[in-house]
């Protein structure tokens, strides 16, 4: 079975996000692998180790920050890396990216494609999904567990309004993980010195085959007209004392003022 | 040229949930022509409230074959239903199908594709959006260039209004295909009835505060009398008390409901991540150091399992 | 008596002894090489108080009485040393005595006098020792067959010589020595017998008997004990009595200057050790020789099970087993383990790569078969320990037990990437954001808002670098004793900055838990970060941070003077720059942090500074010192839960909780969590405040 993983390069969302002007204040910020795509890669890393899965793993993006991210991918156990550098798609949405991943998708021919189900950057969602569509092929998103069922189907327990489905897919497909599915392994000393090792397949988008036309990164559907940041919140009232009273008193604002009841 | 909005109803056990006319009026607000969606089976007794809730066109899809969910054929019946109407937006209230189902809806017709909006206006023709982002820690302000958009509203962001209603105008749409790559075996329900959290207008929250199984039950009590959803910080979904669909915070859900009541929850910043859009935030905690104050419009030092009891009798009490 | 007979003995008994030591020694020069020739005269101070003078078990308080015990049959042992040698030679020669002990000397009287009482205490030491262990039955104490044995030998050996003195005073006194017996008769000092009231007094015993019984008695116990000795001599190699042997040698080579010395700072990037298996302990045969000494020299006595904070609450971290394992798994391999040590010699030699290849090949068959964690040592067993070197404070002879263990988990973190997965969240965080809780490290100055501190950025030419750590950066009880410390050190006019957000944890968990690549990673980037700066002082309120910046980073090039709060507040107190006045707050009592206490030797400032603070007295806690007793969250524990017996911070809270104490001061971030925590859960936190000392200085500062 081969599979490929993608992940992205992002924003440390532990660190504090500040505006300035409209736009993000880089300084200070740091980058790495996100969160769903670290369970994607645990995924795909497990797979490889009960079902002899060879496993790849793409992203999409350039500097030392992707490199560092590839190689943590390396270190959890994928055996490939490729690695699509091209400033063109620095601004690139979810259609975009998806379309260059189904061009890597269809170099390489793989049985399962497995991604996070968002990136914590752009809290979008879509890519995956958008992904599964441009290939024509099966698709099921916020996976929380995979069974191998044989050379040609996956049982997938998606999160959904009424419960957890349970829904055969069949192979090639696309399944977008959620964080849940797994405790992302960290990296040994034993990965990570191997890891440094490793080559990277790094393409631009030309060796990769299209344009930037055709995978639609000159034509953006939309665009980020301003970063605002969001109204802090501030402490409210502290009641201490008797607890009948405090409680009666808080009651009677929640109804009257804030009049939530 | 109006604009054209379609809505994709969002129904859960047979019935229609609120972002359906949430979604409607805001597009009414607009001053857009509306329609909607709606997609399942047994749909009879729900044809009728599809016009009371604000749209003009009904596109219904009824068939055996889309009793259990299944993205691709409620991607084909949206696709469908835009074909025939030929919206510039498509909207979807804030679910797991509605977020499974959108990207690939804008896949199909190259659409831009929005997740998680909060606000939309029409600007000299062009469509703009504002959203979250960075897990909910900074708003971008959205100019959408393609002509048409699909969106996924957060929960609560847009507000019905009362008495919308619209003109009974029902087409039918022919059943789609059944997805032969992704068949849907079964669905292992939820303990039936539960509220979901995203649209939940009352959240009540545990944390570790409350110890225990014992704890747990006693802050559910307070949940089932305001009808409220349930959720969790992390330490109690670690520690195995609550299961992480439960979990608010920032790698579980995020939440902006009327009222988010928060029982033992110290306030960590992952956790606050996850809540602190909510309208008003009342927090039981015994340390009144702890963080979740300087967040909480009210908060109420104190032992929550004195504490929770008082609640209830004084809700009850106010409800009367 | 007969020179043939008894040079036949020696010489079979010493040939014997010599073959099993030179075994023995084989053994550990096959392991591991350590350096242990620094600080001879330190050494020898170490060995004249703590093998000479016993100093652990007659200095400590509590078991005194036992601990005198020993130091009698030790001393007592020292002391007929002379006595053996004299009487080997009289198997020779008859009546021989050394020069300056004969009978014509005050000296040779008194040592006889010196002899002869010894012997009697050294019996009744043997009786009492033997009713403690069958009828006592102290807790600590494995009683096996061996330990019978050798009470009944050296009683034995007691009762002979005795018995062989008491009939020559028979035969002397009673039957006018018709063998002619030599014994000392001098003019002034009068017979050896009136000397001897011990031998007399045996001597009555057998008195009823005839003059040719009590000759043959003569003759028997003095082959008896001859031959009890040679025996013995020879038994002690193969049980825990070796410690007769290796005790002072084990105790001279222990560490000096600092409770360890330094790990070795393993090279990660060495492809040799990853192949050889050889970052930190994974096989037997990778022991150094003074771990193979430790193992030769733990006289199972227990006293390491009594202080042990896991121990003691029921965690199955047993030191003498794990002692005892180690050494069976030890010995078991000795011969491959030399085996192994003639061949890696001569692969340094080869050059023929298919021989370099069969002599790796031979090597790997070499290894023992049974695992070391998880067939010798259990994993739980491991990671239970919290390296609070209570162990270690109280081991007689200097075992160090902590270091092994900490080389254990090193080989189990990088080699066998087998740790409790529990750490993993907080490595991760330190990783990422340079603390264990993972916040983000753009937060880690925030607690200082509003309170006038500068950064090392903003003024670097300040006095002293108040490190603030992890804790007192990001848990919110902690950052209050941040906010307490500066304001003492405002008050005081000290000019200092902290890093802010330049500052990562100092990586002593990581250390602990065997996570090289992480330690090293976190010291080499705050070590180019204090360097930059040129920092020389450093002021911290966390031990864990002091031991690492003052002990771990000089191995990797950073050099500090190092200082606790406490220590820093007593000297600002005694400069005159503070004064504290007492308030009426109730009784005080310390904890003593482990990693302040045993690890860096600082008792007396903390509780200078307190007797100064407290209006309401301050009272000693039962185990504290040197024997405080660990709050549990060292040694990595701070990061995992504890899930068997009863937690460790909850039996400390109940210590504090029975001294009736309105207050407890810590000294340490870790301390202050898990015994506030303990006051919690046991409902006491109205009752029995925890507070930093840094608060109570604050609060009390005039």
């Known amino acids: 079975m081969k599979i490929l993983t993608t992940v992205k390069t992002v924003v440390d969302v532990e660190l504090n996000i500040h505006v300035d002007n409209g736009a993000i204040v880089e300084k200070g910020l740091q980058y790495v692998m996100n969160a769903w795509d670290e369970s994607a890669v645990e995924t795909a890393v497990r797979l490889k180790e009960t079902n002899g899965a060879e496993t790849t793993l793409v992203s999409i993006g350039g500097g030392e920050d992707t490199d560092k991210v590839i190689r943590r991918g390396f270190a959890m156990g994928i055996e490939n890396g490729i690695q699509i550098d091209d400033p063109g798609l620095a601004q690139g949405d979810s259609s975009v990216l998806a379309k260059v991943l189904q061009k890597v998708y269809e170099k390489g021919g793989y049985d399962l494609v497995i991604t996070g189900k968002q990136a914590q950057d752009t809290d979008n969602g879509q890519t995956g999904i958008m992904l599964a569509e441009y290939l024509g092929l099966p698709c099921v998103s916020n996976a929380v567990a995979i069974e191998v069922i044989d050379e040609r189907h996956v049982k997938v327990s998606r999160l959904g309004d009424t419960g957890t489905e349970i829904i055969e897919l069949a192979l090639p497909a696309v399944i977008t993980v959620d964080v849940s599915i797994n405790e992302p392994r960290l990296p040994q000393m034993r990965g990570i010195m191997m890891a440094k090792k490793k080559g990277i397949e790094v393409m631009d988008l030309a060796s990769l085959g299209p344009s930037l036309e055709e995978v639609g990164a000159r034509t953006p559907k939309s665009k980020i007209v301003e970063f605002i940041a969001p109204e802090m919140r501030k402490a409210g009232r502290k009641f201490e004392g008797d607890a009948s009273e405090i409680t009666a008193q808080v009651v009677a604002l929640l109804a009257g003022d804030a009049r939530v009841f | ?320 | 008596m007969n020179p043939l007979l008894t040079a036949l003995l020696i010489i079979v008994a010493l040939t014997v002894f010599g073959r099993t030591m030179v075994r023995k020694i084989r053994l550990l020069k096959a392991l591991q090489p350590a350096d242990r020739t620094d600080h001879l005269k330190q050494r020898l101070i170490n060995t004249l108080f703590l093998a000479v003078g016993q100093k652990r078990l007659v200095g400590r308080l509590k078991e005194r009485s036992s601990g005198i015990m020993h130091a009698f049959i030790f001393w007592g042992f020292c002391v007929l040393l002379i006595r053996s040698v004299t009487l080997y030679a009289q198997g020779f020669q008859e009546g021989y005595h050394l020069p300056f002990l004969g009978g014509d000397t005050l000296l040779g009287y008194l040592y006889t006098d010196l002899k002869d009482i010894t012997e009697g205490l050294v019996l009744l030491m043997v009786v009492w020792a033997s009713f403690r262990r069958a009828v006592l039955k102290p807790k600590r104490m494995p009683n096996t067959f061996e330990a019978y044995l050798i009470l009944a030998l050296i009683g034995l050996l007691m009762v002979s010589d005795l018995l062989h003195d008491g009939a020559r005073f028979n035969l002397v006194q009673f039957h006018g020595n018709p063998g002619g017996i030599p014994f000392f008769d001098h003019p002034r000092y009068g017979s050896e017998f009136l000397w001897t009231p011990v031998s007399r007094g045996a001597g009555i015993l057998i008195s009823g008997l005839s003059a040719e019984s009590n000759a043959a008695i003569r003759v028997l116990m003095f082959w008896i004990h001859i031959c009890t000795q040679l025996v013995f001599l020879n038994l002690l190699p193969f049980g825990k009595h070796f410690h007769v042997i290796t005790a002072l040698p084990n105790v001279f080579l222990k560490s000096v200057g600092y409770p360890h010395e330094a790990p070795r700072l393993l090279d990660l990037e060495d492809e040799a050790a990853w192949e050889a298996e050889s970052l930190g302990i994974n096989h037997i045969h990778q022991l150094n020789w003074k771990q193979g000494l430790d193992l030769y020299t733990c006289t199972e006595c227990g006293r390491c099970k009594d202080v042990c904070p896991t121990h003691v609450t029921e965690k199955p971290l047993n030191l003498h087993a794990f002692n005892d394992l180690l050494k069976h798994e030890l010995l078991e391999n000795a011969r491959n383990i030399v085996a192994r040590a003639r061949l890696s010699a001569r692969l340094k030699q080869a050059e023929d790569p298919g021989q370099i290849e069969s002599i790796r090949k031979t090597l790997f068959t070499l290894n023992s078969q049974r695992r070391l964690i998880g067939d010798v040592i259990a994993e739980e067993t491991l990671w239970a320990c919290t390296t609070c070197r209570a162990c270690e404070e109280v081991c007689p002879v200097a075992i160090e037990h902590v270091p092994r263990i900490i080389a254990m988990r090193q080989g189990q973190t990088l080699m066998a990437e087998a740790y409790p997965s529990e750490l993993n969240p907080a490595l991760k965080g330190l990783e990422r954001n340079g603390n264990p809780w993972g916040i983000g490290y753009d937060k880690r100055a925030d607690w200082a808002e509003g309170l006038g501190v500068r950064t090392l950025a903003e003024d670097p030419e300040v006095d002293y670098l108040f490190w603030v750590g992890c804790a007192g950066s990001f848990d919110d009880r902690s950052k209050k004793v941040s906010r307490s410390l500066v304001g003492i050190l405002q008050n005081a006019n000290i000019r200092f900055a902290i890093l802010g957000v330049e500052e990562k944890c100092t990586g002593d968990f990581a250390r602990r838990v065997g996570n090289e690549m992480l330690f090293q990673m976190m010291a080499r980037e705050n070590i180019q970060t204090l360097n930059r700066y040129k920092v020389k002082k450093i002021i911290t309120a966390c031990p864990h941070c002091l031991n690492a910046l003052k002990h771990d980073y000089p191995q990797l090039g950073g050099n500090y003077e190092v200082i606790h709060h406490a220590e820093f507040i007593h000297r600002l107190v005694n400069e005159g720059k503070i004064r504290l006045s007492p308030s009426g707050e109730g009784a005080l009592t310390y904890h003593d942090p482990c990693y302040l206490g045993r690890y860096n030797d600082i008792f007396d400032q903390p509780r200078s500074i307190l007797r100064a603070v407290s209006n309401g007295g301050f009272k000693e806690l039962d185990r504290h010192g040197r024997e405080s007793f660990c709050c549990g969250a060292g040694g990595g524990r701070m990061w995992m839960e504890e899930t068997i017996g009863k937690r460790i911070n909850i039996e400390r809270a109940e210590e504090i909780v029975a001294r009736r104490v309105a207050t407890v001061a810590v000294a340490c971030p870790f301390c202050l969590t898990m015994i506030e925590d303990g006051m919690k859960d046991l409902g006491r936190e109205a009752q029995v405040r925890t507070l930093d000392i840094a608060e109570l200085v604050e609060k009390n500062m005039a």
């Open chain 2, 1 to 320: 040229m109006t604009t054209k909005v379609l809505v994709v109803a969002d129904i859960k056990h047979g019935k229609l949930k609120s972002s359906t006319p949430e979604l409607l009026s805001k597009a009414r607000a607009i001053g857009a022509e509306t329609a909607v969606v709606a997609i399942g089976s047994h749909m009879e007794s729900l044809i009728p409230r599809l016009a009371d809730a604000g749209a003009d066109t009904q596109y219904v899809a009824d068939d055996p074959g889309l009793e259990l969910f299944s993205a691709g054929p409620w991607a084909s019946c949206v696709a469908e239903a835009a074909g025939r109407f030929a919206p510039d937006m498509i909207w979807f209230g804030f679910s797991e199908s509605g977020k499974a189902v959108a990207p690939r809806v804008a896949a199909r017709l190259d659409a831009a594709c929005a997740t998680d909006i909060t606000d939309v206006k029409l600007e000299d023709g062009r469509v703009e959006i504002t959203r979250p982002a960075i897990t909910n820690k900074v708003i971008q302000r959205v100019q959408v260039n393609a002509a048409k958009l699909v969106a996924v509203v957060r929960a609560g962001a847009f507000e019905a209004t009362q008495g919308i209603g619209g003109t009974q105008n029902v087409v039918m749409l022919s059943p789609p295909a059944p997805d032969a790559g992704a068949v849907i075996k079964e669905i292992v329900s939820d303990a039936g009835g539960e509220i979901d959290l995203a649209d939940a207008g009352i959240v009540v929250s545990v944390g570790r505060g409350v110890k225990d199984q014992a704890g747990v039950a006693l802050a559910k009590q307070l949940a089932d009398d305001l009808t409220a959803g349930f959720g969790s910080s992390r330490a109690m979904v670690d520690a195995g008390f609550m299961p992480h669909s439960k979990q608010v915070g920032q790698t579980g859900k995020i939440v902006a409901p009327n009222l988010y009541i928060a029982i033992g929850i110290s306030g960590a910043i992952q956790h606050l991540a996850g809540m602190k859009g909510s309208k008003v935030i009342l927090a039981v905690n015994k340390d009144p150091e702890a963080p979740i104050f300087s967040v909480a419009d009210y908060g109420i030092v104190g032992d929550l399992f004195e504490v929770v009891p008082i609640l209830r009798e004084e809700i009850k009490k106010i409800r009367s």
